[in-house]
């Protein structure tokens, strides 16, 4: 890469007319643009999925769907896409290849960490049709297991207290409902772009117990007035790293501070039922649909359970990313036997997809070697993903009578990983989990027996669900896994279940 100078220019809206022709720039104009649509979680998938969307949908068709984007967590955005007017560098990475983009849909946005009042005031506002989401599974404050709102949730608590001032996901959009109620009534569809199965509805769900415990007749208000419609996303979207940085300055010869990087698969598939004006993402690729269940389980089951159960058995295996993993003979043989083996058989019917050409797809995504996918970081809120991803695929198994062999292998693997995070296993790597501190007090008091962990484990009834939880094979398989993969070489017995000897 050849040298620019330090003072090389920032990205900006006075940038745009002298960016260098190899970057893709937008093919409308922003001055034009007005804002239709507020999007909640202002991370690296938004910015390499949905907004990339609505930028192909105003190219196509300039319309009123400009994006304020609003962050309720950390990182703030004001330093960075907020100086540089909403304007960030897309780069679609596959191996060697690298191609770049400036995506302007998004005009404006909007930091409320602090206070939820810059975010209320966004989301009240009559202009908005739209407000989608990103903010990851655990910030639904949700009961994995049933979807039901968990009030034990100290920000849900607070919530109920204070209304006006809300700190968890569902209050802000309760909160806002109420405001747009009382000052002039339009309808909104609130559209969840997170990676859970039925996502509108638990979002849904979650929002219309708290509005029950308002009263005051707004949860009927909600019910004639907003859509939740549920939705299936799809694009890996690693987290930015500084040779994603160096390469905007040092090759295209700009400072960006909001780099983002994907791969060049994406998919939408939409729910059409809403509640307010719909953007046609459908011109630009997006899938409406009545239903999208099969999607949604065929993704979560076969490309997000690959990944999950890669993330845990590479980090077992001293590997750091998912493409290591896929180029490590043992795990990636044993992901394509178990999904082709025990999770394939659960799915139902997707229209226009061949199921095993999907998992051939999914593997290749996966070997990606320009997507840096770091295992950690996709372990991260582990106890808020395996239920949808394996516990659901093992759950239908064990209802058919079929073996669930292979599949106790990430859920064990899991396990694991929080346990030896544990004081009592060393404190071996620091996880990001809701449940890490659970599971690594029942570590600390049980030691390394598999079978009381994973009794002990199981038990947690907000993961788990009941029937589980109480079938003796499904404990006693994850539990000869999990001995395993506590033993001094953790992959030893799983090179013994695919029969090929212990690891040389």
Not at 60 to 66: A, E, I, K, Q, S
Not at 132 to 159: F, M, Q
Not at 206 to 235: C, K
Not at 404 to 427: E, K, N
Request: proline share 6%; charged share 20%; with cysteine.
């Amino acid at each position: 890469m050849s040298a620019v100078p330090k003072t090389a220019e920032r990205l900006g809206p006075a940038l745009l007319d002298r960016l260098p022709a190899a970057v893709a720039r937008p093919a409308y104009d922003r001055a034009a643009l007005a804002a239709g649509i507020a999007h909640i979680g202002v991370g690296a998938f938004h910015r390499t999925h949905q907004a990339e969307f609505v930028d192909d949908l105003l190219a196509d068709r300039l319309d009123r769907f400009g994006i304020v984007g609003i962050n309720i967590r950390p990182p703030a955005l004001a330093d960075t896409l907020g100086a540089q007017g909403g304007l960030y560098t897309r780069l679609m990475r596959e191996d060697d290849r690298v191609t770049a983009r400036v995506i302007g849909s998004i005009v404006r946005v909007v930091d409320a960490q602090a206070s939820a009042e810059p975010a209320l005031a966004v989301l009240a506002d009559p202009a908005i049709d739209l407000v989608t989401l990103t903010v990851t599974e655990k910030g639904y404050c949700h009961t994995p297991a049933n979807g039901a709102l968990d009030e034990s949730r100290p920000e849900i608590a607070h919530d109920l207290a204070h209304p006006e001032a809300p700190q968890s996901l569902p209050g802000l959009i309760l909160a806002a409902l109420e405001r747009r109620r009382k000052a002039h009534g339009a309808p909104v569809t609130v559209m969840s772009c997170d990676n859970i199965p039925s996502n509108g509805a638990i979002l849904g769900r979650v929002v219309a117990a708290l509005a029950e415990r308002r009263g005051d007749g707004l949860a009927g208000w909600i019910a004639g007035n907003v859509a939740f419609p549920s939705t299936m996303v799809d694009r890996i979207a690693p987290a930015t790293g500084a040779a994603d940085l160096a390469y905007v300055e040092q090759v295209l010869g700009y400072r960006d501070e909001a780099v983002v990087v994907g791969e060049p698969f994406r998919q939408w598939v939409i729910e059409d039922r809403f509640a307010a004006r719909r953007p046609d993402f459908g011109r630009v690729g997006a899938q409406f649909v009545d239903d999208v269940g099969a999607f949604e389980h065929l993704k979560m089951r076969v490309l997000n359970g690959a990944q999950t159960t890669l993330c845990y058995l590479g980090v077992l295996a001293g590997l750091e990313h998912t493409f290591d993993d896929m180029a490590d003979p043992l795990l990636a043989g044993f992901v394509r036997r178990m999904l082709a083996e025990e999770t394939l058989p659960t799915l139902e019917p997707v229209p226009g997809i061949v199921p095993e050409a999907y998992l051939e797809q999914s593997l290749a995504r996966l070997r990606n070697t320009a997507i840096r996918h770091r295992n950690h970081q996709i372990a991260t809120d582990g106890s808020q993903k395996i239920v949808q991803r394996i516990l659901n695929p093992i759950r239908d198994r064990r209802r058919a009578g079929a073996a669930i062999d292979l599949l106790c292998v990430p859920v064990a693997a899991w396990m694991a990983y929080l346990v030896r995070a544990s004081a009592r296993f060393g404190r071996a790597w620091t996880v990001d989990d809701p449940y890490a501190d659970r599971i690594a007090a029942i570590a600390d008091a049980i030691g390394d027996d598999a079978a009381a962990l994973t009794a002990a484990i199981v038990a947690i009834g907000a993961i788990f669900p009941a029937e589980l939880a109480a079938d003796a094979t499904f404990r006693a398989g994850v539990a000869a896994r999990l001995a395993g993969f506590l033993a001094p070489d953790p992959l030893a017995d799983l090179a013994r279940l695919c029969g090929a000897g212990p690891p040389g």
